[in-house]
């Protein structure tokens, strides 16, 4: 049995992000079958609305995917206090914060954990975090030889974090 996974994502401006972005859902769909990625906008929107709950109902994990950096982290921590806390019942929730630096990273964890703790889930998956804090390449993608780095990288995270059970 594998997952069926749904990204519910505040999407990211920061082109330097956009590899981050890819790689993260390139390894994610190891895991499972990648059912929808959705925006936490398309919830505001009637017509996209009911898909959006719909993938979330179809899928066993939902992995909330968001920039280290105040508007995304508000955009994600609304969308979380608007919804129906039951909507993520029976489902496993891994929030993945990309970005930013580990101060960035904890100050949200400390901030967003109570939402997340509310939320009526089967299980809560440690936040994954995925940055680099070098002065020369913020991000490991803008060096042309780290693409592969960066996957395998994002894998053995997620291969720590998602239950193997699944995946076996």
Not at 27 to 34: A, C, E, M, Y
Not at 41 to 64: C, G, H, W, Y
Not at 126 to 141: L, N, R
């Given at each position: 049995m594998s997952y069926q996974i749904t990204i519910i994502e505040v999407p990211t401006k920061e082109p330097s992000l956009g590899c981050i972005h890819t790689a993260l859902k390139s390894?994610?769909?190891?895991?499972?079958?990648?059912i929808s990625s959705v925006s936490v906008?398309?919830?505001?929107?009637?017509?996209?609305?009911?898909?959006?709950?719909?993938?979330?109902?179809?899928?066993?994990?939902?992995?909330?995917l968001f920039e280290a950096k105040e508007r995304p982290y508000k955009e994600m921590k609304d969308f979380l206090n608007d919804l129906d806390k039951s909507i993520f019942k029976?489902?496993?929730i891994l929030p993945a914060i990309i970005g930013g630096t580990r101060v960035h990273a904890s100050v949200i964890e400390f901030s967003l954990?109570?939402?997340l703790i509310s939320l009526a889930t089967t299980e809560l998956i440690?936040?994954?975090?995925?940055?680099?804090?070098?002065?020369?390449?913020?991000?490991?993608?803008e060096r042309k030889e780290?693409?592969?780095?960066?996957?395998?990288?994002?894998?053995?995270?997620?291969?720590?974090?998602?239950?193997?059970t699944y995946y076996i």
């Open positions: 390894q994610l769909d190891k895991f499972g079958d990648i906008k398309d919830f505001s929107n009637i017509r996209k609305e009911t898909k959006a709950l719909q993938a979330i109902d179809k899928a066993n994990l939902v992995v909330l029976g489902k496993m954990k109570p939402v440690p936040t994954i975090y995925v940055m680099d804090e070098t002065k020369k390449s913020p991000y490991p993608c780290s693409e592969h780095e960066i996957k395998e990288y994002l894998f053995s995270i997620l291969k720590k974090h998602i239950p193997i």
